[in-house]
Nanobody, 127 residues
Framework: QVQLVESGGGLVQPGGSLRLSCAASGYTLDNYAIGWFRQAPGKEREGVSYIDKRYGITYYADSVKGRFTISKDNAKNTVYLQMNSLKPEDTAVYYC????????????????????WGQGTQVTVSS
């Protein structure tokens, strides 16, 4: 059974950094791509970033380009989201999700493409 566990969230001041982790079990990253999503209070969940299962192709939401970096460590079966220059509007619950599909720039951010989800980790950016 595929399981995803996020960690690394917390409270950080504007301009600060956090690194989120998504630890996977029950499968290997060679077989699944990972997306990061977030949901702020009162808003719909939105795609943040994506890394594919084989070639390391990555996509980012416009709102985080240049500030967030997605990466993976196949040996640890873990995907990371390095978040720099954090802003108050980045405050949300962050989720990672897994898909066996090969997604492209027009589909990676659609929740329906993902079969497995973690429980989420809270990120709060505030002074």
């Amino acid at each position: 059974q595929v399981q995803l566990v996020e960690s690394g969230g917390g409270l950080v001041q504007p301009g600060g950094s956090l690194r989120l982790s998504c630890a996977a079990s029950g499968y290997t990253l060679d077989n699944y791509a990972i997306g990061w999503f977030r949901q702020a209070p009162g808003k719909e969940r939105e795609g943040v970033s994506y890394i594919d299962k084989r070639y390391g192709i990555t996509y980012y939401a416009d709102s985080v380009k240049g500030r967030f970096t997605i990466s993976k460590d196949n040996a640890k079966n873990t995907v990371y989201l390095q978040m720099n220059s954090l802003k108050p509007e980045d405050t949300a619950v962050y989720y990672c999700a897994a898909t066996s599909k090969v997604l492209v720039i027009t589909t990676w951010y659609r929740e329906i493409q993902y079969a497995y989800w973690g429980q989420g980790t809270q990120v709060t950016v505030s002074s």
